[in-house]
């Protein structure tokens, strides 16, 4: 049977990148399965988790991403050997150049979920996807896209007035 | 060593030094280039201004005799040999005058393939310093006057060079501005931090001076120039911005030799720098991985052990 679907304020949007061999293929299995997850979650599929490029993260935040999922296979059983290896490396390093600019680390999350694991797929949607909710819309990178060159503040009074006489 | 400390004594690198290498950096390049071990050599001559220096290729006995060495030869003569005089190598050895951070960015190149080391001669500066930007540039090198980066420089020896020109190039310490700028924007909130780098990158106007400047942005087409499909808007607008600061930053990580020359010419005075420093110390706290000055088998990012750390991952 269904739980009820209860109804919330906030539907955050959560993006998944996933990689083709895994963890596509275990979203698939708990979907065959009939598992419930969240239906927030867009699935974006690619071949691999070594394709997944930090900008493309960048632009799901920018154009309305509440939250990001980036999974594949478990290391060692990468379809093409490396890949997720390599993807380690540089989401570790693009995890620390986003809190560097200070973006909240808890909207970004990494999973290995393989073929089998449909249930684990269940698992790391839901809990990505009710913590984001408990955090609320994420508002920095969707402001950037509204706003103008010199966003700056009017910082001296000189300017103030300056900008105040245009009328 | 505090700063007070320091305000006291008189720092100051004698001009003389600086004449000593501009004679070494001579003598060697007017050798290289009479028995033609190589066809040219990449230098400074003196700016038309006085107190200036702009880089130069020189291929004659009579202008390396014109070669100088002084605090003005702030450019990283390495983007020579990837961009604007790429073609030289072809034609055989080429000689370079470089500065330890220089080095660090001559290694990263060989580590690339972009270079090979039998095609350099390396004329390594001992160099104690040179100017910053924005700065009042006396004759004289002071702490008042200083390059940010020469602060905390570990690279004054250039090891690992054809031949080193100078002696000795040890400054009493230095405050490390740098290093207390990174500490207070790690110890801000997170909110903080964001305001602080938007304020920064939305006055990037964009005008690719830091790429254009950066030995390791070779790239024949950069991604950030791709307008099917547009990976990052290229207006000058901070959506756009932000994207290319931190693809910028992310492109660079684990190659970066830190010359922070992308920070000297920014127009607008992003300070660049930090964001390369916030990678390249969490290249080192993970993978134990530091620019040096010989290149390496595979850059940190190019490469991965099976342990490596994954706590951050379910
Ligand atoms: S960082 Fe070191 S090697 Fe580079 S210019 Fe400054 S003192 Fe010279
Ligand atoms: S990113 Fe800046 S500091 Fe690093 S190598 Fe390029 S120009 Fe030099
Ligand atoms: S040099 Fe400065 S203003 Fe120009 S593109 Fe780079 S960061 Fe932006």
Redesign the pocket.
């Known amino acids: 049977m269904h739980a009820a679907t209860k109804q919330h304020d906030f539907e955050p949007k959560i993006v998944a990148f996933v990689c083709t061999w895994c963890t596509y293929a275990g979203a698939d299995l708990a979907g065959t399965s009939r598992m419930q997850y969240p239906p927030n979650v867009r699935v974006l599929k690619f071949p691999c988790t070594g394709r997944i490029d930090p900008v493309f993260i960048l632009r799901a935040f920018q154009k309305g991403a509440d939250g990001v999922l980036v999974s594949g296979c478990h290391p060692g059983d990468c379809h093409y050997m490396a890949g997720n290896f390599h993807a380690r490396r540089r989401f570790a390093a693009f995890r620390a150049l986003l809190d560097f600019v200070g973006v909240d680390l808890n909207r970004l999350q990494f999973s290995w979920v393989s073929a089998a694991e449909g249930g684990k797929w269940v698992d790391v949607v839901t809990e990505l996807t009710e913590r984001v909710r408990t955090m609320g819309p994420m508002p920095e990178f969707k402001e950037l896209e509204h706003e103008e060159q010199w966003s700056g503040a009017i910082n001296t009074p000189e300017l103030k007035e300056a900008y105040d006489s245009i009328g | 060593m505090n700063a007070k400390a320091n305000k006291n004594q008189v720092t100051c690198i004698e001009p003389d030094y600086y004449q000593a290498i501009t004679e070494a950096i001579r003598k060697e390049a007017v050798k290289i280039l009479k028995d033609e071990t190589v066809v040219g050599v990449v230098g400074y001559l003196p700016g038309r201004r006085k107190g200036t220096a702009s880089p130069a290729l020189v291929t004659t006995v009579e202008e390396a005799e014109k070669l100088i060495f002084s605090p003005a030869c702030v450019n990283?003569l390495s983007?020579y040999l990837t961009k604007a005089k790429k073609g030289v190598l072809k034609q055989g050895k080429v000689g370079i005058v470089a500065k330890g951070?220089d080095m660090?960015?001559l290694a990263?190149l060989m580590t690339e393939s972009q270079l090979q080391r039998e095609d350099l001669f390396i004329i390594g500066v001992v160099c104690p310093g040179v100017y910053g930007f924005g700065v009042e540039r006396t004759g004289t090198l002071t702490e008042a006057n200083i390059a940010r980066k020469c602060r905390e420089c570990t690279v004054h020896m250039p090891e690992g060079a054809d031949v080193a020109a100078g002696t000795h190039a040890e400054l009493a310490d230095l405050t490390p501005e740098e290093a207390q700028e990174m500490a207070r924007i790690e110890a801000m909130p997170q909110a903080e931090r964001w305001a602080f780098w938007k304020e920064h990158f939305s006055r990037c106007i964009r005008c690719m001076a830091?790429r254009q400047?950066?030995?390791?942005?070779y790239c024949e087409q950069c991604l950030c120039d791709k307008n099917r499909p547009q990976a990052v808007e290229s207006s000058p607008r901070p959506a756009g911005n932000m994207a290319w600061h931190l693809v910028?930053a992310m492109h660079?990580a684990g190659?970066?030799?830190?010359?922070?020359?992308?920070?000297r010419?920014c127009p607008m005075d992003i300070p660049?720098?930090l964001l390369?420093r916030r990678m390249a110390q969490e290249l080192k706290e993970l993978y134990d991985f530091e620019a040096g000055l010989t290149p390496v088998d595979k850059g940190p990012l190019n490469q991965y052990k099976e342990d490596d750390d994954q706590s951050f991952i379910k």
Do not use: K, M, S
């Open positions: 990283n983007v951070c660090r960015a990263g830091c400047v950066c030995p390791f942005c910028r660079l190659r970066c030799g830190g010359c922070a020359e992308c920070e010419v660049l720098n390369n």
